[in-house]
């Protein structure tokens, strides 16, 4: 067997051997004679010596079927060398032309140039380039593109670059071409072009300065009025963006394109932004509210990206969190601001605990800016994003809206049209407000999520509170320093229920901070880490009876719900009564304080995964029996309470309001508890929603409560649902994953079949993450102690590399997780590891990430 740890293909890009570019692209023009068989790409670039030295110019390539190579206009034999293409220039400038041949049906791996239901496509980040033309494939290099594109007019009717379009013309033979030119320099990473049979949902957008600005949604022509809220969204970004940070858009043009194939959910690519149609195509019959959220957010991000990531952009690939962790709490904070700001904080701490926080705990952890990589791609983790984010939020807490909006403008004034860091944003920071954030540098560079104990003392009217922080181990950082972070609490009087004086703000530096508090009147509990205001994990050793009374009383929404999910958490370790949960359900639903959006969230239990991580080893099968233990009492001891839930909300229509939102999101939670109750008249109702639901989100909530029963509906719905929606792939996806993550011993037997689907292919990212890695997040099932779920999963990911390397070390990222399972689950996962190691062939993206986890 190969040993991929000390495979000459992982060697490591390091951070300390950074060094400016030798030599600047002022300019770049591209000819792109486009066909899905054969393109052809010419391109000339102008090139400039940057400083006083003797080093040749270096270009990447990969995979490109080379015709021919001049300097200065003469030709020149010049042979790749794993990938690079070294030119000697004597001068201090050149003029470098290529011409290249490129199979965009061949290309599989949906990087570079590449056919996508009979379109052409482009993907560049991060270095998708390279594959299309010779280039400095670096996002440090800053050029003005200038691009021509030529297709055949009845295949590609549509022809799209960055930028604002030039003149247009049909040419002999039935073909056209179009120019496009990007007045703003950008790197390679974002360039893109379009080309197809699309139609545009087209709108306008008048800017703070004035300007109108030409908006378009190209997607088929059936899918256009699915984009009225994508749209919308848009629309409502760049006008935010305009009142909260002064950013205003810089094109005449502003164009979307949706494709079905993609690796990630979309591309910030200036002036075309290329999305994932997932996260564009929506109406009520098609997708969820949650689903309406998700587009809302990413195109809001994508747009933001405008700004924080295209006219200030990384310096190097180690400053990813730069552009990603800012855009990140940017959209999070217009998400906020569109609906319930408490509801989308506990989704946002939800996605975090579920992806960041076991990234941080395992063999992968990484700072935000990590100081190597193997595969850039590996590197496009919760960490830089989620993680990033909560550090971002943390600056915005410390620096108040004002200075944080100070910082931005002066980051913007210094910054734009450059290529930064990491400690370029720091310093705009620290300049803008005459603050010193050394220590809070360490958030960058040091991997692993903090843990800080809490402490509470009272003695008469003086309450003490003890605060010890610190930093778990993580690979290659054993020991770690003091974080400085903004520490929200309160206290909360424990006879009144009340809060007793202001919320504080403990700015945390040392390892143990002292707090107290005088004039007490009452005995209290604390309310900590309020908003989560810092991504720690929180020890406060509370009592069930004091997380109860948290979970009933406190004013921080965010806190309180965290308070039930701890007492969840302190329940479900044992097989002790659940009642004490039962209760404080009972007492969240009878709460006339409360919107419905929030009660749909303070209801549910932690998932098993959130379960095993708090624990020292995951306890599979006892997790699984004693939630559904504790479900069923839930289920069952308020029965009457949630049919009068379910009966007060359903029936909401199809309206986006967060009201209405709020109320389909409490019906179908109390319809999963009536189902889970067990009785037929449960039944009778999630059959009968179904049938008449005049939404998704609806339709959805009842085919998951009957496909996680025991009803003999279960298979007529499946197929009902698979009927209605057959050749909307962004629906199907949700049919194979309702089956992936059902609750159900069967489900491995059922994913065996569903491979087996016509609809089922692995070249399509969505359709793989929908099944195969909907599968793999079912702790209980994949997990299941044969390890049969292990080799299925490793199967696929063999299987795939072969197709789309990306896609298939994303698949890896479970079977890291073996040292928290049991020695029988660790082994069979290891071996897994090994199997994929032994594979002959594997990629570099899957050997990083199977050798990392190996470890």
Same mark, same amino acid.
């Given at each position: 067997?190969?040993?991929?740890?000390?495979?000459?293909?992982?060697?490591?890009?390091?951070?300390?051997?950074?060094?400016?570019?030798?030599?600047?692209?002022?300019?770049?023009?591209?000819?792109?004679?486009?066909?899905?068989?054969?393109?052809?790409?010419?391109?000339?670039?102008?090139?400039?010596?940057?400083?006083?030295?003797?080093?040749?110019?270096?270009?990447?390539?990969?995979?490109?079927?080379?015709?021919?190579?001049?300097?200065?206009?003469?030709?020149?034999?010049?042979?790749?060398?794993?990938?690079?293409?070294?030119?000697?220039?004597?001068?201090?400038?050149?003029?470098?032309?290529?011409?290249?041949?490129?199979?965009?049906?061949?290309?599989?791996?949906?990087?570079?140039?590449?056919?996508?239901?009979?379109?052409?496509?482009?993907?560049?980040?991060?270095?998708?380039?390279?594959?299309?033309?010779?280039?400095?494939?670096?996002?440090?290099?800053?050029?003005?593109?200038?691009?021509?594109?030529?297709?055949?007019?009845?295949?590609?009717?549509?022809?799209?670059?960055?930028?604002?379009?030039?003149?247009?013309?049909?040419?002999?033979?039935?073909?056209?071409?179009?120019?496009?030119?990007?007045?703003?320099?950008?790197?390679?990473?974002?360039?893109?072009?379009?080309?197809?049979?699309?139609?545009?949902?087209?709108?306008?957008?008048?800017?703070?300065?004035?300007?109108?600005?030409?908006?378009?949604?190209?997607?088929?022509?059936?899918?256009?009025?699915?984009?009225?809220?994508?749209?919308?969204?848009?629309?409502?970004?760049?006008?935010?963006?305009?009142?909260?940070?002064?950013?205003?858009?810089?094109?005449?043009?502003?164009?979307?394109?949706?494709?079905?194939?993609?690796?990630?959910?979309?591309?910030?690519?200036?002036?075309?932004?290329?999305?994932?149609?997932?996260?564009?195509?929506?109406?009520?019959?098609?997708?969820?509210?949650?689903?309406?959220?998700?587009?809302?957010?990413?195109?809001?991000?994508?747009?933001?990206?405008?700004?924080?990531?295209?006219?200030?952009?990384?310096?190097?690939?180690?400053?990813?969190?730069?552009?990603?962790?800012?855009?990140?709490?940017?959209?999070?904070?217009?998400?906020?601001?569109?609906?319930?700001?408490?509801?989308?904080?506990?989704?946002?701490?939800?996605?975090?605990?579920?992806?960041?926080?076991?990234?941080?705990?395992?063999?992968?952890?990484?700072?935000?800016?990590?100081?190597?990589?193997?595969?850039?791609?590996?590197?496009?983790?919760?960490?830089?994003?989620?993680?990033?984010?909560?550090?971002?939020?943390?600056?915005?807490?410390?620096?108040?809206?004002?200075?944080?909006?100070?910082?931005?403008?002066?980051?913007?004034?210094?910054?734009?049209?450059?290529?930064?860091?990491?400690?370029?944003?720091?310093?705009?920071?620290?300049?803008?407000?005459?603050?010193?954030?050394?220590?809070?540098?360490?958030?960058?560079?040091?991997?692993?999520?903090?843990?800080?104990?809490?402490?509470?003392?009272?003695?008469?009217?003086?309450?003490?509170?003890?605060?010890?922080?610190?930093?778990?181990?993580?690979?290659?950082?054993?020991?770690?320093?003091?974080?400085?972070?903004?520490?929200?609490?309160?206290?909360?009087?424990?006879?009144?229920?009340?809060?007793?004086?202001?919320?504080?703000?403990?700015?945390?530096?040392?390892?143990?901070?002292?707090?107290?508090?005088?004039?007490?009147?009452?005995?209290?509990?604390?309310?900590?880490?309020?908003?989560?205001?810092?991504?720690?994990?929180?020890?406060?050793?509370?009592?069930?009876?004091?997380?109860?009374?948290?979970?009933?009383?406190?004013?921080?929404?965010?806190?309180?719900?965290?308070?039930?999910?701890?007492?969840?958490?302190?329940?479900?370790?044992?097989?002790?009564?659940?009642?004490?949960?039962?209760?404080?359900?009972?007492?969240?639903?009878?709460?006339?304080?409360?919107?419905?959006?929030?009660?749909?969230?303070?209801?549910?239990?932690?998932?098993?995964?959130?379960?095993?991580?708090?624990?020292?080893?995951?306890?599979?099968?006892?997790?699984?029996?004693?939630?559904?233990?504790?479900?069923?009492?839930?289920?069952?001891?308020?029965?009457?309470?949630?049919?009068?839930?379910?009966?007060?909300?359903?029936?909401?229509?199809?309206?986006?309001?967060?009201?209405?939102? =709020?109320? &389909?999101? /409490? $019906?179908?939670?109390?319809? #999963?508890?009536?189902?889970?109750?067990?009785?037929? @008249? +449960?039944?009778? *109702?999630?059959?009968?929603?179904?049938?008449?639901?005049?939404?998704?989100?609806?339709?959805?909530?009842?085919?998951?409560?009957?496909?996680?029963?025991?009803?003999?509906?279960?298979?007529?719905?499946?197929?009902?649902?698979?009927?209605?929606?057959?050749?909307?792939?962004?629906?199907?996806?949700?049919?194979?994953?309702?089956?992936?993550?059902?609750?159900?011993?069967?489900?491995?037997?059922?994913?065996?079949?569903?491979?087996?689907?016509?609809?089922?292919?692995?070249?399509?990212?969505?359709?793989?993450?929908?099944?195969?890695?909907?599968?793999?997040?079912?702790?209980?099932?994949?997990?299941?102690?044969?390890?049969? =779920?292990? &080799?299925? /999963? $490793?199967?696929?990911?063999? #299987?795939?590399?072969?197709?789309?390397?990306?896609? @298939? +070390?994303?698949? *890896?990222?479970?079977?890291?997780?073996?040292?928290?399972?049991?020695?029988?689950?660790?082994?069979?996962?290891?071996?897994?590891?090994?199997?994929?190691?032994?594979?002959?062939?594997?990629?570099?993206?899957?050997?990083?990430?199977?050798?990392?986890?190996?470890?």
């Amino acid at each position: 067997m190969q040993d991929a740890r000390t495979n000459p293909m992982l060697t490591a890009v390091r951070l300390a051997d950074y060094s400016p570019p030798d030599w600047l692209v002022p300019d770049i023009a591209l000819d792109f004679r486009l066909d899905a068989t054969r393109t052809v790409v010419t391109a000339r670039m102008t090139v400039v010596r940057n400083g006083t030295h003797d080093r040749p110019l270096m270009l990447d390539g990969h995979g490109l079927e080379t015709r021919r190579i001049a300097l200065n206009g003469e030709a020149i034999s010049a042979v790749p060398n794993n990938d690079v293409l070294r030119i000697e220039i004597s001068g201090d400038s050149a003029v470098i032309d290529s011409e290249v041949v490129l199979h965009p049906s061949r290309n599989t791996r949906l990087m570079g140039l590449y056919a996508s239901e009979g379109r052409l496509v482009t993907q560049c980040e991060a270095e998708g380039f390279r594959s299309i033309t010779w280039f400095p494939d670096r996002p440090d290099l800053l050029s003005r593109y200038t691009v021509r594109l030529e297709a055949d007019k009845a295949l590609y009717p549509v022809l799209l670059s960055n930028g604002d379009r030039g003149d247009a013309a049909d040419l002999p033979g039935g073909r056209h071409e179009i120019g496009w030119t990007d007045p703003w320099p950008k790197p390679s990473y974002l360039f893109a072009l379009v080309a197809g049979q699309l139609s545009a949902l087209e709108d306008d957008f008048t800017t703070m300065s004035g300007r109108q600005v030409k908006l378009a949604i190209w997607t088929a022509a059936a899918d256009v009025p699915r984009c009225a809220h994508a749209m919308a969204a848009l629309k409502a970004s760049m006008a935010w963006d305009e009142r909260v940070y002064g950013c205003e858009y810089d094109l005449d043009e502003f164009n979307i394109v949706a494709v079905a194939d993609f690796n990630a959910g979309a591309m910030e690519n200036k002036g075309l932004n290329i999305f994932n149609s997932k996260y564009i195509l929506a109406d009520s019959e098609t997708a969820t509210d949650m689903d309406f959220d998700a587009v809302a957010g990413v195109v809001a991000h994508e747009y933001f990206h405008n700004w924080t990531g295209n006219r200030v952009t990384c310096r190097d690939w180690f400053q990813l969190s730069l552009k990603e962790g800012l855009t990140v709490f940017r959209d999070q904070q217009f998400s906020a601001d569109q609906g319930s700001a408490a509801v989308r904080r506990i989704d946002d701490v939800r996605a975090l605990r579920a992806v960041q926080f076991p990234e941080d705990a395992g063999p992968l952890a990484h700072p935000i800016r990590p100081d190597h990589y193997v595969e850039i791609a590996n590197f496009y983790t919760a960490t830089i994003y989620n993680k990033g984010a909560e550090v971002i939020r943390m600056l915005h807490s410390m620096l108040g809206v004002d200075g944080f909006r100070r910082g931005t403008d002066l980051y913007f004034q210094r910054h734009d049209g450059q290529a930064v860091t990491c400690e370029d944003w720091l310093q705009a920071m620290e300049a803008a407000n005459g603050i010193d954030l050394t220590q809070f540098r360490r958030w960058y560079d040091q991997a692993g999520t903090p843990r800080v104990s809490v402490e509470t003392r009272q003695s008469g009217a003086s309450v003490e509170v003890l605060l010890r922080q610190s930093v778990p181990a993580t690979p290659g950082q054993p020991d770690k320093l003091p974080m400085h972070m903004p520490f929200r609490l309160a206290l909360i009087g424990r006879d009144s229920g009340a809060r007793l004086g202001d919320e504080q703000v403990v700015q945390l530096r040392e390892a143990v901070t002292h707090l107290t508090f005088e004039g007490i009147g009452e005995a209290v509990l604390p309310s900590l880490n309020r908003g989560f205001s810092a991504p720690v994990v929180v020890e406060a050793q509370l009592a069930r009876t004091d997380l109860a009374f948290l979970a009933a009383h406190d004013d921080d929404p965010f806190a309180r719900w965290e308070a039930f999910q701890q007492l969840a958490l302190s329940v479900l370790a044992t097989d002790d009564d659940p009642a004490e949960l039962v209760a404080a359900v009972r007492g969240t639903l009878e709460d006339p304080t409360l919107d419905a959006a929030f009660k749909g969230e303070a209801v549910l239990l932690p998932t098993e995964s959130f379960i095993g991580d708090a624990a020292t080893l995951v306890a599979v099968e006892d997790i699984h029996r004693r939630r559904e233990a504790a479900r069923l009492a839930i289920a069952q001891g308020l029965e009457a309470l949630w049919w009068q839930t379910y009966e007060a909300h359903t029936g909401a229509g199809t309206a986006q309001t967060p009201e209405a939102k =709020g109320a &389909r999101r /409490l $019906a179908n939670v109390a319809l #999963a508890y009536l189902v889970t109750a067990g009785s037929d @008249a +449960a039944l009778a *109702a999630a059959r009968r929603q179904y049938d008449t639901a005049v939404t998704m989100t609806d339709r959805m909530g009842a085919l998951t409560a009957l496909v996680n029963s025991t009803s003999s509906e279960r298979e007529v719905v499946l197929a009902d649902f698979h009927r209605r929606f057959a050749g909307n792939n962004d629906v199907i996806d949700k049919w194979f994953g309702v089956q992936a993550l059902a609750n159900r011993p069967d489900v491995l037997v059922a994913v065996e079949r569903l491979l087996k689907h016509p609809d089922f292919t692995i070249t399509n990212p969505n359709r793989l993450r929908s099944l195969v890695g909907a599968f793999a997040a079912n702790q209980r099932w994949f997990h299941a102690a044969d390890g049969e =779920g292990y &080799r299925l /999963l $490793a199967d696929q990911l063999i #299987a795939v590399d072969r197709i789309n390397p990306q896609s @298939a +070390a994303r698949l *890896a990222v479970p079977l890291g997780r073996w040292r928290r399972f049991d020695q029988g689950r660790a082994g069979q996962m290891r071996a897994e590891l090994e199997r994929i190691l032994g594979t002959a062939g594997m990629s570099k993206d899957v050997l990083e990430m199977a050798s990392r986890a190996l470890a």
